[in-house]
């Protein structure tokens, strides 16, 4: 982005030493200071709401990032402690959560991003081991989930043992959550 502050209109050389000089030319570099000034502080407001900070959070709102090497960049976590009934899992919560159950539960994926953007998320999850609890995964619109059988084959059904060890699946889409890849990465104590 260039800056529209234009300097060109400012005479430097005014007032002239040593002579008489017309008030005119004072008033018209105080109005093209001024100008200048007002687009300055256009154009920094826009800065200060639209650039990226490193002091506060930032919302890209769907821009690309592209290019960039990364170094120390962090994924969140969110424990949602412990549930027994169906619930939402919202991808907007961050790519690692955790979730203890107290009964047996469905677990529905949503708030994927649009097709053909590629999102992932990593549920760890346990029994609160007061018995051993049975999960279904579902999609908010009823699209399909596959399972993968690489690694360990995917558990069915899907039970948490009584132990509560941390069962952990990795869940990923591409077509906004019409189908969701699920991979059962294994059992954690």
Do not use: C
């Not at 049975?134 to 690489?150: H, N, W």
Request: glycine content about 8%; overall charge negative; cysteine-free.
């Amino acid at each position: 982005m260039t800056s529209a502050i234009t300097t060109t209109n400012i005479d430097g050389a005014f007032p002239i030493a040593g002579q008489d000089n017309n008030s005119q030319g004072f008033r018209d570099n105080f109005t093209n200071i001024k100008t200048g000034l007002n687009t300055a502080k256009s154009e920094i407001t826009t800065l200060q709401t639209t650039a990226a900070k490193l002091n506060t959070d930032n919302n890209f709102n769907g821009n690309m990032i592209e290019n960039a090497e990364m170094n120390q960049v962090y994924g969140s976590v969110r424990n949602n402690g412990t549930i027994s009934t169906t619930t939402s899992i919202d991808l907007e919560n961050g790519p690692l959560q955790i979730y203890t159950l107290a009964g047996n539960a469905t677990l529905q994926f949503t708030n994927w991003p649009a097709s053909d953007l590629y999102a992932r998320i990593r549920l760890h999850l346990k029994s609160d081991t007061v018995s051993a609890r049975t999960v279904v995964f579902s999609t908010e619109a009823g699209g399909a989930i596959l399972k993968s059988g690489d690694g360990a084959a995917f558990p069915s059904p899907f039970t948490l043992n009584i132990n509560g060890a941390f069962r952990v699946v990795e869940a990923w889409t591409y077509n906004a959550g019409t189908t969701v890849y699920l991979k059962y990465l294994g059992e954690f104590t």
